[in-house]
């Protein structure tokens, strides 16, 4: 029987709610129940697919090709629980689903409505593809309050009171401030945010206080006295050094067992926090730096590529070391610059992405580590500027490129459809952004005695894709000759999946994103292997 509970926001937005909810769900899978986690986001946008990574941040890809919040990466990452489509959705999603079956006739002639349709169709969300899970932990994105959020919070309410008080849980994240020029914490901004909330239907029954210091008790009585909940339910969290302390902060705070406590269970089995503790002491006390590049166009948003940034830091925690990330940006890379702001990195990183903007700085970037020896790893995208950075300067095709950015170029980059034998375009495409590209989980099959294959230990991989233009692997025979292997193809052999370059320490491309498969608890080895490369590096 599943047991759900919800989190919502009040106050201001990015206060960790999703970090909370992962954080919650480890302590409940660690003490014995299999546990789910979803996300249900306010905006209009079907998906966040096709939206720009200042407006939203990374997208995150799951096994099933869903393209998702990032706050997914979070669930992955801490409980190691493969999300799946079912687990996110968007309000665009939601009415896109109502209108397509108004559309057909699915509602017999009735008048469409926010209530009950809108809420119906969440509803059924919330209760899709459930099976023999313990607990359903719903993520509410967006803050209380929210014109946007205000179907998701009346469906959640309407839910339990249709499945009873007893089997779900209302968990309410606030910000409580700590004013300087008073030496105050005041209270006040949880007050009001928990009275919208229970304006519209919804007393919580745990509320997370994120602050940048220890609550006091006084404080703490008083939230409680105001906000109708017991003074145990109240839960504090302190900034934290580490996102790596969450689950054991949490864990000192009891959250867990208040939410045993009120479904009327007892744990299975001790939580073991030690990995956890281990890792923390490792990030925290490693003092050995590496520096690692990142050239891309959204370096300076840190959540653009939030999942690649942990996946390095999980890295670094596999070889003992501290990761600095330089981040540089692309759009202004100049030649005569690469030199100097390159002099004390140790590995170089070109990250995926879309678009003409910056590919020029990541070429000349690219070239730059093939002819240093510096370790390289390109990823996606990544992948495919250094396809074409060897065409042009060893293969010696100056007019080499992708036509995702240049419809004239030679097409060592193209749709799959877009070339014949001899390397011409032949077609194009007029097809939507969304939901066109090769997503989720792809097999690869890897070459006996290669870099890769050592790497993972295998002869046959599957990891995570998110792109719609693919290397041209008609010149894979002129690319061998000269010293750039296809490691790794498809298994039908008509797609290059990894390339790796002979008489280099360390330099691979890969089509697919390892960064979304990568934990804290078990580093990737993509990961490991670069980050081992760059610390010897020198």
């Not at 999703?18 to 789910?36: P, T």
């Amino acid at each position: 029987m599943a047991r759900y509970i919800f989190v919502t926001g009040g106050v201001v937005s990015s206060l960790g709610k999703g970090l909370s909810s992962a954080s919650l769900a480890y302590l409940l899978k660690s003490q014995g129940y299999k546990v789910r986690l979803r996300k249900m986001d306010p905006y209009l946008n079907v998906d966040p697919g096709t939206m720009s990574p200042f407006q939203h941040g990374e997208v995150f890809v799951t096994d099933d090709g869903a393209e998702t919040d990032l706050d997914l990466g979070h669930y992955e990452r801490f409980t190691n629980i493969s999300s799946k489509q079912s687990d996110n959705i968007t309000t665009g999603r939601i009415y896109s689903d109502v209108i397509k079956k108004e559309r057909k006739g699915g509602y017999l002639g009735k008048t469409v409505q926010v209530i009950p349709h809108i809420t119906n169709r969440i509803k059924e969300f919330i209760k899709k593809d459930i099976t023999n899970e313990d607990f359903v932990i719903c993520e509410i994105g967006g803050t209380v309050g929210d014109i946007e959020s205000l179907p998701f919070v009346e469906a959640i309410r309407q839910f339990s009171n249709e499945h009873g008080k007893s089997k779900t849980l209302f968990i309410h994240l606030t910000f409580v401030p700590f004013l300087k020029s008073s030496d105050e914490i005041k209270t006040k901004p949880t007050q009001h945010s928990v009275k919208e909330l229970r304006s519209i239907g919804i007393q919580p029954d745990i509320i997370i206080c994120r602050s940048q210091q220890s609550i006091p008790l006084d404080q703490r009585k008083k939230i409680s006295l105001f906000c109708n909940v017991p003074i145990d339910n109240v839960i504090e969290t302190v900034d934290v050094r580490t996102i790596y302390e969450a689950p054991i902060s949490f864990f000192k705070q009891k959250l867990d067992k208040q939410v045993l406590k009120f479904f009327k269970l007892k744990p299975k089995k001790r939580p073991n926090l030690n990995p956890w503790k281990k890792i923390t002491k490792i990030v925290l006390n490693t003092k050995k730096p590496v520096n690692i590049a990142i050239i891309g166009k959204y370096v300076n948003l840190k959540d653009a590529y939030k999942s690649l940034d942990e996946a390095l830091v999980h890295g670094g925690i596999a070889n003992n070391v501290k990761v600095n990330l330089v981040r540089i940006e692309s759009d202004n890379l100049k030649n005569n610059e690469i030199k100097t702001k390159l002099k004390n990195v140790s590995g170089l990183l070109i990250p995926g992405g879309f678009g003409k903007r910056g590919t020029e700085g990541k070429i000349s970037a690219i070239r730059f580590a093939r002819e240093n020896k510096i370790p390289f790893l390109g990823i996606c995208f990544g992948m495919q500027m250094a396809i074409v950075e060897f065409a042009r300067n060893k293969l010696k095709i100056k007019k080499a490129g992708s036509t995702e950015l240049d419809r004239k170029c030679y097409p060592v980059i193209g749709l799959i459809n877009e070339w014949d034998k001899d390397g011409k375009i032949i077609k194009g495409t007029d097809k939507d952004l969304g939901g066109t590209m090769r997503l989720g989980l792809y097999e690869a099959k890897l070459r006996n005695n290669s870099a890769i294959n050592r790497i993972y230990k295998s002869s046959s991989i599957k990891e995570r894709h998110r792109h719609r233009y693919e290397v041209n692997n008609k010149l894979k025979n002129q690319f061998e000759n000269k010293g750039l292997i296809f490691s790794g193809m498809s298994p039908d052999n008509k797609l290059p999946e990894i390339i790796e370059l002979q008489n280099h320490p360390w330099f691979i491309g890969v089509q697919f994103h390892p960064e979304f498969k990568s934990r804290p608890l078990s580093p990737h080895p993509l990961f490991s292997s670069f980050i081992k490369a760059s610390k010897n590096y020198k």
